[in-house]
């Protein structure tokens, strides 16, 4: 029986190669998404075709309910996870804190923080060994907006970050003895569509001059930090957030 796997936000970017990498390692994957359902579909048949089993399915990370609908789901047609990537986040407009509204923080913090706590919840109580459970992994997608605090793009994405790190932190030291290990990859920037959303499609090209390596990440770059956390002789490693971000 294959290990499974949930990884939210993956129809496109860092989580479709997370699930496609680790399609390859041999796990049977959920691939969540907000509203791309033949995109996640695609990142389906590709994690399919590495012999594995895939489901996806639709759920709102800012919203608790349908995060738990997620994790039944995932109990019911792939049996009890053992990974979980927390990577499905959002920027939010660009602004400074002086231009920015209510709505953009709020929604910010819902997907990338409370978000975040809810699955985590969902997970330790399938995972830890209190609850019954084997144990597992979980995997937080930050950023290094969490140590940058991106002043006069989105303040407020960086600080959900912030929060993403001190909760990786605390959980992981909450449920250590319970065979479960909490970790973060903060990456750097990264060639995905999440730029052009938030009103960026540039940003990329306009910030290599300040990037140490002259240019922003691959999702692969990234999928693969994330493959090594996962890996099962991987088991002093908890409570990390690991800067994948080019010397940023
Ligand atoms: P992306 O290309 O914009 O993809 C975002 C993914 O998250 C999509 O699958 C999207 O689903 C999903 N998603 C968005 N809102 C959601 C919601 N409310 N509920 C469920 N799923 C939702 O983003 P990315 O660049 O791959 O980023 C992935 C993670 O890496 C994020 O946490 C981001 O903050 C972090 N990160 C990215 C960069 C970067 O430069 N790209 C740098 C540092 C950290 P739909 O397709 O259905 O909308």
């Known amino acids: 029986m294959n290990r499974v796997l949930i990884i939210t936000g993956a129809s496109r970017g860092i989580g479709a190669e997370i699930a496609v990498q680790a399609a390859r390692a041999g796990f049977d994957i959920c691939i969540n998404y907000a509203s791309s359902g033949e995109r996640a579909e695609q990142v389906a048949q590709q994690v399919r ?64 923080v409370v978000g975040c706590l809810i699955t985590a919840r969902e997970a330790v109580r399938r995972m830890s060994t209190k609850h019954g459970g084997k144990g597992g ?33 605390g959980l992981a030291k909450e449920v250590a003895k319970e065979n479960i290990r909490v970790n973060a990859i903060m990456p750097g920037i990264v ?8 009103g960026r ?10 990037l140490p390596m002259g240019r922003g990440g691959q999702p692969e770059e990234i999928a693969n930090a994330v493959m090594w956390l996962l890996d099962d002789n991987n088991t002093f490693t908890s409570g990390a957030c690991i800067p994948v971000a080019g010397a940023v």
């Open 49 to 112: 075709a590495e012999g594995v089993r895939a489901m996806t399915f639709q759920a709102d990370m800012g919203a608790e309910a349908e995060i738990v609908a997620l994790f039944k789901a995932v109990d019911e047609t792939l049996g009890t996870v053992y990974g979980l990537v927390n990577n499905a986040g959002i920027t939010g407009k660009f602004c400074r804190v002086d231009e920015l509204d209510i709505e953009t923080a709020q929604r910010v913090i819902d997907v990338n």
């Open 201 to 210: 499609p540039n940003r990329i090209a306009e910030r290599a001059h300040l």
């Open 137 to 169: 992994v979980i995997i937080n997608i930050s950023s290094i907006a969490s140590k940058l605090g991106s002043p006069g793009e989105y303040v407020h994405y960086a600080a959900s970050k912030g929060a993403i790190d001190v909760l990786t932190i």
């Open 191 to 198: 060639d995905t569509e999440i730029h052009a959303n938030s």
